[in-house]
């Protein structure tokens, strides 16, 4: 038996659009002689759909589409799509996150995922009741275990997140399956690929069962879907590997109980090029999927505005990227060359916004309100909110979309302005720690990726040596306010990524006092990240849809050793 892997960029929401997606993909599958498509989670809606699963005329219009869509298909093939079912049954949610037998014309059985993952990123249980039904796909060529995403990630040595008491792929070999199928839409993060395929690995081990996983691929919002579907044989060895960060068709025999070797797209194994990848993806996916050809950002000539240009350059084409220069009083001569030199090697366009007489105009209006006071960080961040303004200006005139520049490390300890540089409607490496960015663009300098191949040299040099700066007054530069970038995210990564306490990164070497004030600044600046536009997810971690702190909220509390609990009546 031929099984062929759908593995699709689907649009929220765009079900006629993914219909025509897995139809076409069926055609294709049919003509390399499949027997079996599988698509990924949700092929149908496009996975997360979030609220839109609460509208009752979404959920009636995905069901008309998939009973279409059975009557489009070619008829012989087996199809596997990912869709909502209704939960008759009284009681409980209301719906099932399910996958679809389509066959001969019509709807031949429904599986319904039992492991609703409710942590990070993902809110499953907010919409789903989970399935209790065993899974099991009975084609004449075989018996096949249907699992659905994270139902296959059951075991705490590879996944943490959440304990569960059920395992679908234990249950599911007490059914003497030959093969467990998963169809996945599950979101890029650093070293998932070999989290993913290493689970896999133990689970045909485990079985001595070969695994089929497919993927979703695509930029959703703030989630970025990598593909890489992948299938291992009996002895847990990967047989076949679809692209990476690309839509892809990849085709597996199955014969005498195992899975035979396939194409084998490269594991991507550095991670700058992982990361490189994935936010091109996210940037492309996000401007296309909302309807955007064009963005805009401002060049300072610093390292963030300079990554985020290459990314977008590379995502829409630097001819649909434009550059605005805006300098100030402030402004070093080397930023606007850097900014230029920039431009003209990714070969995009600039144009220039002098911000000096704005800045006047500002400090005369606000004179009077402002007299008798020193000049601070309020007239210092005019200039950010000028420069936001400008942006925002000519993204609405001309129909393109902001992106903003601030990396992780500022996001965390709320070093950007609000309404100012924080403008924008997508903030590309919102997830990206300053030293990554570093690196990132080191390496973009020595392995120009295929989207830029004929730049050479990216990042002028002199971007990346140059000590990090906001040039919001004379001399400044980020260490004035901020430990080395290498300690701050050394302690970012502890606190955020890893939910360690002040103690245990004291313990790990850093001095108490930079621990303890960097971890207010964090909690602090929770009221700036909520008002931030949405930021690509690259690490576990990522501030946006999993990070969900209070705002208006005490965080420092007792009970501790020094300071017991004490209520006064
Ligand atoms: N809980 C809360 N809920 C709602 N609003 C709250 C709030 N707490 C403060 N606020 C308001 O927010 C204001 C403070 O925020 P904001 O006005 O943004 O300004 P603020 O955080 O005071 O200053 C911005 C800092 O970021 C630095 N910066 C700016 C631009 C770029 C870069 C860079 O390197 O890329 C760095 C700049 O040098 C300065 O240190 C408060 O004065 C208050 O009005
Ligand atoms: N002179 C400028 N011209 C155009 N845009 C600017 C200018 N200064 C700041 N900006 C915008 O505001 C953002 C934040 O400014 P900032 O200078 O702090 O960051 P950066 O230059 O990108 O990187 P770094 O923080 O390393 O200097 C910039 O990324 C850029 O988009
Ligand atoms: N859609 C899902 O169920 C995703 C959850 C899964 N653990 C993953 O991230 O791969």
Known sequence: MKIAIAQLNPTIGDLVGNAEAIAAAATAAEQEGATLLLTPELSLCGYPPRDLLLDPSFVEAAQTTLDQLATHLPAKLHVLVGSVQQNAAQGGK??????????NGEIQQCFH?????????????????????????????????????????????????QAYAVDPVAELMSYN??????????????????????MLRHHAQQYHCPLIYANQVGGNDDLIFDGRSVAVNRQGDVVGRAKGFAPDLLLFDYEAHDLLPSRIEPAVSDINAEIWSALVLGLRDYAQKCGFSQAVLGLSGGIDSS?????????????????????????????IKDAEDLAQNLGMPTTQLAIASAMQTYDQILSSVFAGTEPGVAEENIQARIRGNLLMAIANKFGR???????????AVGYCTLYGDMNGGLAAIADVPKTR?????????????????????????????????AELKPGQVDQDSLPDYDVLDDILYRYVDHHQSSQQIIAAGHPTAIVDRIIQMVKRAEFKRRQAPPGLKITD?????????????????????AQPVSVET
């Open 113 to 161: 995922k039992h492991l609703l993952p409710t942590y990070d990123v993902f809110d499953e249980d907010r919409y789903f009741e989970p399935g209790h039904q065993p899974n099991v796909l009975d084609l004449k060529e075989g018996k096949i275990g249907v699992t659905i995403c994270e139902d296959l990630w059951n075991n705490s040595e590879f996944w943490e997140k």
């Open 437 to 469: 960015v570093y690196e990132l663009c080191r390496w973009l300098n020595t392995h120009t990726p295929p989207e830029l191949e004929e730049h050479g040299i990216i990042i002028p040099d002199s971007v990346i040596t140059k000590p990090p700066s």
């Open 541 to 561: 971690r990522a501030f946006g849809t999993g990070w969900r702190m209070p705002i208006a909220a005490r965080t420092t509390w007792p009970p501790t050793a």
């Open 401 to 411: 979309l902001l992106i903003s520049t601030g990396n992780k490390s500022e996001m």
């Open 307 to 335: 990554l985020v240009a290459a990314i977008a350059a590379a995502a829409l084409g630097p001819e649909n990227v434009l550059g605005v220069l805006m300098p100030s009083p402030y402004s070093s001569d080397h930023s």
């Open 94 to 103: 209301p719906l099932f996150n399910s996958i679809v037998h389509l066959h």
């Open 177 to 198: 399956v030959d093969l467990i199928i998963n169809l996945s839409a599950s979101p890029f993060c650093v070293g998932k690929q070999a989290l993913r395929e290493a």
